[in-house]
């Protein structure tokens, strides 16, 4: 079974005062905060924008403890477009050497790692 990411009881948006408790209606909201014709990626929890997938993953993990956009794109599957890229769906995942858990994103990964300490990571070189 796919462990579920820790989702608020509230949604706060970064960039203004709107607050909501339905993830679907937040969701709808951030979307005025991000042009139209914007490249950017867009956190699916606060509303923070960021230039690059990699960028949000790491976001998603330190801010939100969010360990995968694969598990956000799965639960939010009936009202948004995945954030994952088509192509990444099959690729190889990452794992994890101390613990064997597995990521999607080698990002996500490496800060999984540093939760097991510096010698651990010395170890990996």
Aim: charged content about 30%.
């Amino acid at each position: 079974a796919q462990e579920e990411p820790p989702l608020p009881d509230v949604y706060k948006c970064a960039k203004c005062d709107f607050q909501h408790r339905s993830r679907e209606d937040f969701q709808r909201h951030i979307k005025i905060h991000l042009s139209a014709n914007s490249e950017d990626k867009q956190c699916t929890e606060c509303g923070q924008s960021f230039a690059s997938l990699s960028a949000l993953e790491k976001h998603l993990f330190m801010s939100h403890k969010i360990v995968s956009i694969h598990q956000l794109d799965r639960i939010d599957r009936s009202f948004r477009e995945p954030m994952a890229p088509k192509s990444l769906k099959s690729s190889a995942t990452f794992s994890c050497k101390a613990c064997h858990k597995s990521f999607n994103s080698e990002v996500v990964l490496k800060q999984h790692e540093k939760q097991h300490g510096l010698h651990f990571i010395k170890s990996l070189k």
